[in-house]
Each structure stands twice: as C-alpha cells, then as structure tokens.
C-alpha cells in the first residue's frame, strides 16, 4: 500500500506563490498517475491536476493552466506543484492522490486508490 504525506500549504497573498509537495512512501512503485486535487468549503473535491511519473505526462484543469506547475522527482518519490499568481477562489485543501490503475480518468475521484491527508492553502485578497 502506499500511503501519501502532502505539505507546503500556507497563507499567502494574491499573487504570490507557493509550492506542494506530496511524498509517497510504502509500495510506490505501484502507483502509474498522482494528482492534485482540491475543495474549498461547501463545494465539491476537484481535479487540479495529473502527471504520469513514468514519463512527465502531465494533465491540468482549466483554470489552473498557465499558473500551476506539476513536476515529480522519482528518485525522491515525491511530486511537487508549485501554484504561481494565486488567487482568492485557490483557497482550499489541496489533496495528493494515486492511482495504479492501467486506465484511469483524471477528473474522476473514484479512479484513485489513495489519498493524502490534506494541506491548506489560504490566499487573501
């Protein structure tokens, strides 16, 4: 099993940056794709974005293209996502999740096998 530890989270003014960084330990060689999620109060979990460790294929959702960037670092066994020109509705609790599926939807919650247990990123205005 692999179990997943998130952290980089913070206050941060509009604007400004921030890097997370989720370090997988346990059985990780079983895991084909690590996303990022997030959910803000009162709303629903939702994909910010994917890659494929194996081979840096990446994946973003809209609003996050152009501002986020996620990268791994397989050695350490550890993806990064380093979030540029924050804005007020990125406030959440950001979630590391994997899957080690063969096939797997992005955006679909269910399609992963693990998750983390959270990390805030607060961003006043």
């Known amino acids: 099993q692999v179990q997943l530890l998130e952290s980089g989270g913070g206050l941060v003014q509009a604007g400004g940056s921030l890097r997370l960084s989720c370090a997988a330990s346990?059985?990780?060689?079983?895991?084909?794709?690590m996303a990022w999620f997030r959910q803000a109060p009162g709303k629903e979990r939702e994909f910010v974005v994917g890659?494929?460790?194996?081979?840096?294929?990446?994946y973003y959702a809209e609003s996050v293209k152009g501002r986020f960037t996620i990268s791994s670092d397989n050695a350490k066994n550890t993806v990064y996502l380093q979030m540029n020109s924050l804005k007020p509705e990125d406030t959440a609790q950001y979630y590391c999740?994997?899957?080690?599926?063969?096939?797997?939807?992005?955006?679909?919650?269910?399609?992963?096998?693990?998750w983390g247990q959270g990390t805030q990123v607060t961003v006043s205005s």
């Open positions: 999740a994997a899957t080690g599926r063969s096939t797997w939807h992005w955006t679909i919650r269910n399609s992963y096998d693990v």
């Open positions: 346990g059985r990780t060689l079983s895991s084909t794709g």
């Open positions: 890659i494929i460790p194996s081979d840096g294929s990446t």
